[in-house]
């Protein structure tokens, strides 16, 4: 059987030290690591947590989202693996993405559920009722994400530096232009 740890973090984890990013340098709020013996070793999802007053702040949520990318692009290429999870919970919202990394560096991010957390116990039912999307996501990351063998063919491909990242995000907020990350979200 294999260990596996859920983790706010408290300090910066090796794929963020690895990389000069920005966007990388502050550590993820949450991280899900194998345990093996005593040591946390590699690292198998990523998450990041905003309040539901933040929701509506779409460049926030797309950081946030791109951080995710980055940091499981990195973590298929420190650990040669396959696939990583990555989840964004935003209030009582979450969404779960795959990233594979079997693609020959190119680094799909996949949504692969979206669950409304229960904010009390009158809603547990609506939580119990997902059921279909909480087996989804388990049988995903324990098949692909923890009995994976590492990948020794893959291909590495640089990541983008901030200035190449800046170049693609839009800098300025638009309110009337819709955003792909909002639409759980409000």
């Given at each position: 059987m294999k260990h596996?740890?859920?983790?706010?973090?408290?300090?910066?984890?090796?794929?963020?030290?690895?990389?000069?990013?920005?966007?990388?340098?502050?550590r993820p709020d949450f991280t899900i690591s194998m345990v093996i013996c005593t040591e946390i070793g590699q690292t198998v999802g990523y998450g990041e947590v905003k309040p539901a007053s933040q929701a509506l702040n779409h460049k926030l949520v797309g950081k946030d989202l791109v951080r995710l990318a980055l940091l499981a692009k990195n973590a298929i290429d420190?650990?040669?693996?396959?696939?990583?999870?990555?989840?964004?919970?935003?209030?009582?919202?979450?969404?779960?993405?795959?990233?594979?990394?079997?693609?020959?560096?190119?680094?799909?991010?996949?949504?692969?559920?979206?669950?409304?957390?229960?904010?009390?116990l009158k809603e547990l039912p609506l939580?119990?009722?997902?059921?279909?999307?909480?087996?989804?996501?388990?049988?995903?990351?324990?098949?692909?994400?923890?009995?994976?063998?590492?990948?020794?063919?893959?291909?590495?491909?640089?990541?983008?530096?901030?200035n190449e990242i800046a170049t693609i995000m839009d800098i300025r907020t638009n309110r009337k232009r819709k955003a792909n990350t909002s639409r759980h979200n409000h």
């Open positions: 596996v740890m859920f983790r706010w973090t408290s300090v910066a984890n090796d794929e963020c030290k690895s990389s000069e990013m920005s966007l990388l340098l502050a420190t650990y040669r693996s396959k696939f990583v999870l990555s989840f964004l919970v935003i209030g009582h919202h979450a969404t779960l993405y795959l990233t594979d990394g079997t693609r020959n560096g190119f680094y799909p991010m996949v949504e692969i559920a979206h669950i409304q957390l229960p904010m009390s939580f119990i009722a997902q059921t279909d999307q909480l087996t989804i996501v388990s049988s995903a990351f324990w098949s692909l994400c923890i009995d994976q063998k590492m990948d020794q063919q893959s291909s590495l491909m640089p990541t983008l530096s901030d």
